[in-house]
């Protein structure tokens, strides 16, 4: 007979699940120092690299020679064609650096996902052990949105799988399953399928709340005399935490608390609904809490 992998572990993880979940309803503050305490972490990793993350940022317009008859497509819907799409450029630079900060700073592991955001890793600490309470690991979702000037908006295109939802699991057989979120504009809205778990259980037993962040590098665009754009270095880098579905949904339900929370993205309407984008608006975050909003200024 054949093991079953997919329910080796189900019963075990559900019961977990269920006693986490119902712990965190009861005490949201703990999830909110947990978020609170990784975006000092990230914050604390930037401002101790900053000069070598300006270096590596700027490094991709002094290449330009290697990568100028080959470059990267234009996106959005009608791109005026004088900037040239730097999201690999944060990527590569932010991810590598931040995943080799956690692993000097705690146990990590590099669980599988079929899907999720740019940079993913569980990192576990004494001290996340002191904040949570009943697991010492939190499962961190990192997303690195490089911006220039005319796009630098004040919130985060976020995917259905970046962000954590309502995490119902009723049967062990049903899985977990999340209420849709409005995301609402001042003309138009949608729903927003938010595809991720508040919290994971491990087949090891670990349990992992799941805190989400997006990291805003955003560049300028430097011009010559003819107007034509000769580079585009690192300007200034933009930090958001995101709360756990949890708290977006049941405890303390910001998402009815601060309406305008999410928006609707940039998605034309004929994208199948599961997969449309939302917009996380930055103020409405600073407006749970100012420290879920953070600007490191990199010029000079």
């Not at 703990?30 to 300006?54: G, N």
């Not at 990267?72 to 009608?78: C, D, F, S, T, W």
């Not at 004040?154 to 057989?173: F, H, L, R």
Request: charged share 25%.
């Amino acid at each position: 007979m054949t093991l079953n992998m997919f329910k080796q572990f189900a019963e075990s993880q559900h019961a977990a699940y269920l006693e986490a979940v119902s712990y965190y309803k009861e005490n949201p503050q703990r999830l909110i120092d947990a978020e609170k305490f990784v975006m000092d972490e990230i914050l604390h990793f930037i401002d101790i690299h900053l000069p070598e993350i300006k270096t590596d940022y700027d490094e991709a317009s002094y290449l330009y020679s290697f990568w100028k008859n080959y470059p990267p497509l234009n996106r959005g819907k009608a791109p005026v064609g004088d900037q040239y799409p730097w999201l690999e450029v944060g990527e590569q630079v932010f991810g590598n650096k931040l995943q080799r900060h956690f692993n000097a700073n705690f146990s990590v592991k590099d669980s599988g996902l079929p899907s999720g955001s740019d940079d993913r890793c569980i990192i576990s600490s004494e001290r996340i052990r002191q904040i949570l309470g009943i697991t010492d690991s939190v499962w961190v979702f990192v997303d690195i949105k490089s911006a220039g000037p005319r796009d630098d908006y004040y919130n985060a295109v976020m995917s259905p799988y970046q962000i954590s939802g309502s995490g119902n699991w009723v049967k062990t057989d049903d899985g977990v399953k999340n209420n849709p979120i409005k995301a609402q504009g001042k003309l138009v809205s949608h729903n927003f399928f938010c595809s991720l778990s508040p919290i994971y259980v491990l087949s090891d037993g670990t349990v992992a709340p799941l805190l989400t962040f997006a990291i805003k590098p955003v560049y300028d665009m430097l011009k010559d005399e003819y107007d034509k754009t000769i580079g585009q270095p690192l300007s200034n880098i933009k930090v958001a935490s995101i709360p756990n579905g949890i708290l977006l949904t049941k405890n303390p339900n910001y998402n009815k608390k601060f309406p305008g929370l999410f928006i609707p993205g940039k998605d034309e309407k004929s994208k199948k609904e599961l997969k449309m984008r939302a917009r996380v608006s930055f103020s409405m975050l600073k407006e749970i809490a100012d420290w879920r909003v953070k600007e490191v200024n990199v010029k000079g």
